[in-house]
Nanobody, 127 residues
Framework: QVQLAESGGGLVQAGGSLRLSCAAS????????LGWFRQAPGQEREFVAA????????YYADSVKGRFTISRDNAKNTVYLQVNSLKPEDTAVYYC????????????????????WGQGTQVTVSS
């Protein structure tokens, strides 16, 4: 079993920045990818970013390209999401997810391929 714990969310003004963290623990942790998704009230969960655990290739939703950066620290089993130039429409609960089963990177954009999820961290951007 793998546990994922997000942190770093909060209330920030438009244009501000946050650094979200997701620490993985549990059984000897290995994964193919870690991803960030978000869900705003009344909306479906949407892909934000993902990173290949071994090669470090990154993938982003068009809506966050150039503003968000995903990175990982393999030694700490932690993935980060640096969120800059925040907009009110970025307000959502941000979830970390781990994909521990093999698969093509083209599927990293889809929530259903991820095997474990964290509880989420709230990001609220005021205008």
């Amino acid at each position: 079993q793998v546990q994922l714990a997000e942190s770093g969310g909060g209330l920030v003004q438009a244009g501000g920045s946050l650094r979200l963290s997701c620490a993985a623990s549990g059984r000897a942790f290995t994964s193919y990818a870690l991803g960030w998704f978000r869900q705003a009230p009344g909306q479906e969960r949407e892909f934000v970013a993902a990173i290949g655990w071994i090669g470090g290739n990154t993938y982003y939703a068009d809506s966050v390209k150039g503003r968000f950066t995903i990175s990982r620290d393999n030694a700490k089993n932690t993935v980060y999401l640096q969120v800059n130039s925040l907009k009110p429409e970025d307000t959502a609960v941000y979830y970390c997810a781990a994909k521990v089963s093999p698969g093509y990177s083209s599927f990293y954009y889809y929530a259903y391929v991820y095997d474990y999820w964290g509880q989420g961290t709230q990001v609220t951007v005021s205008s």
